[in-house]
């Protein structure tokens, strides 16, 4: 009912920037949340930052806090994630998630198919 399309990923040297983009389209008036992860080959999908829908607060795991940037254009129902100082452990395929406030879940249940981040050395 929700469908998420990550875009802008790519291959940049350690200490580059790369902005993601992500758009959102369906049934989206009732959004909850919109939000980043990422994850690694081998390892466990991880929080990244989001924002809740309503209020705007975003959210962001305190180790990229410094580096990384959350923002939302709430009219086109997108959201960004502006990635600066990119290290080599940034490498990961990021993935779009939204809580859709469809499911009366609490928890994000639509994904995007995710966008390739890879940080050279």
């Not at 009912?1 to 790369?18: F, M």
């Amino acid at each position: 009912q929700v469908q998420l399309v990550e875009s802008g990923g790519g291959l940049v040297q350690a200490g580059g920037s790369l902005r993601l983009s992500c758009a959102a389209s369906g049934r989206t008036s009732s959004l909850v949340a919109m939000g980043w992860f990422r994850q690694v080959p081998g390892k466990e999908r991880r929080f990244v930052a989001a924002v809740n829908w309503s209020s705007g607060k975003i959210y962001y795991t305190d180790s990229l806090k410094g580096r990384f940037t959350f923002s939302r254009d709430r009219a086109q129902n997108m959201v960004f994630l502006q990635m600066n100082s990119l290290e080599p452990e940034d490498t990961a395929v990021y993935y779009c998630a939204a809580d859709t406030g469809i499911n009366w879940t609490r928890d994000y249940d639509a994904w995007g198919q995710g966008t390739q981040v890879t940080v050279s050395s």
